[in-house]
Every structure is written in C-alpha cells, then in structure tokens.
C-alpha cells in the first residue's frame, strides 16, 4: 500500500507535490556538494556522520529483484529509522539519473540505489522543499508506512 491508497481525495496532486520537491531538493543539493550515491558510498556516510544526513532515498526499478540489494536496503531502512533519518523509496531511476546527471566524472555510470542529501558544512539548510518532503514523511510514518514511495514523472 503506497500514500497514494490511503489518502483522500487531492492524493494525486500531493504526490506530484511532494515527487516536485523532492526534485528541487535534489537539484538544489546537488552544486553545492551535499548528495551521497551508492550502496557502499551511503553507508561510509551514514557510519561517518549519521547527524549530517537530512534524507535518504533508496531507488529500485520494479523488475529489479537483487537479493544482495534489498538486504543492503533494509540494514540501510534499520539505521535510517535509528536515527531518525527521513527515508523515501523512489521509483523511476531514468529520472532520478537525469536530475542527478548519471554518470560520475570518470565516464562511469552511478550506483543510483541509494542517495543521501547531507547538511552543507556551512550552516543548516532551510529548504521550503525539503521541509515539504520531511513533512510528507512524518505524515506517512503516522500512517504506518515508514517508507513511502514516490514516483519521479517523466519530463
């Protein structure tokens, strides 16, 4: 059951809503270097510095049913709740390539199944976006879905 069941009328709107600040988020994370991509890259960070994580987004296409992969989501999910850190599953990793560029600057392609949006080392971040998006969470996670889904629309 995604929040798109459980909500009321207006429930399209408001995951287009949230699925658009979570893209401003992202590209407003991105130039000024608080984003984290990868499996293994995440869990550095997260180990390193769980404080300093203000999201974390695990991303799998349907069809993907690596088992090695979900198990790294749920130890990921764990620490995550463990520290009180938002978590989104997000659909559509096309798009969530696009946003983020893809490719790392040797030429090779990213590992897009996880990504964190860290603080800037400068000061907090205040983000009307990412409020927006840390509010959708703790409104799922009274729902009882700890980890809501959010599909990135094509462009």
Same mark, same amino acid.
């Given at each position: 059951?995604?929040?798109?069941?459980?909500?009321?009328?207006?429930?399209?709107?408001?995951?287009? %809503?949230?699925?658009?600040?979570?893209?401003?988020?992202?590209?407003?994370?991105?130039?000024?270097?608080?984003?984290?991509?990868?499996?293994?890259?995440?869990?550095?960070?997260?180990?390193?510095?769980?404080?300093?994580?203000?999201?974390?987004?695990?991303?799998?296409?349907?069809?993907?049913?690596?088992?090695? @992969?979900?198990?790294?989501?749920?130890?990921?999910?764990?620490?995550?709740?463990?520290?009180? !850190?938002?978590?989104?599953?997000?659909?559509?990793?096309?798009? @969530?390539?696009?946003?983020?560029?893809?490719?790392?600057?040797?030429?090779?392609?990213?590992? @897009?199944?996880?990504?964190?949006?860290?603080?800037?080392? %400068?000061?907090?971040?205040?983000?009307?976006?990412?409020?927006?998006?840390?509010?959708?969470?703790?409104? %799922?996670?009274? @729902?009882?879905?700890?980890?809501?889904? !959010?599909?990135?629309?094509?462009?």
């Amino acid at each position: 059951m995604t929040f798109e069941d459980t909500t009321g009328d207006n429930s399209t709107e408001r995951m287009e %809503s949230v699925a658009k600040a979570l893209e401003e988020v992202l590209s407003s994370a991105l130039p000024q270097g608080c984003i984290t991509v990868g499996v293994y890259e995440a869990a550095k960070a997260l180990n390193a510095d769980p404080d300093n994580v203000v999201l974390c987004l695990l991303a799998a296409d349907e069809e993907e049913e690596d088992v090695a @992969l979900q198990i790294h989501f749920t130890l990921i999910q764990a620490f995550c709740c463990e520290n009180d !850190i938002n978590i989104l599953r997000v659909s559509n990793m096309t798009r @969530l390539a696009e946003i983020l560029g893809g490719v790392m600057p040797g030429g090779e392609p990213m590992d @897009l199944h996880c990504v964190l949006v860290t603080n800037p080392q %400068s000061s907090l971040w205040q983000d009307p976006a990412l409020s927006k998006v840390n509010r959708f969470c703790r409104e %799922s996670r009274c @729902l009882d879905q700890w980890v809501p889904v !959010i599909n990135l629309p094509d462009r």
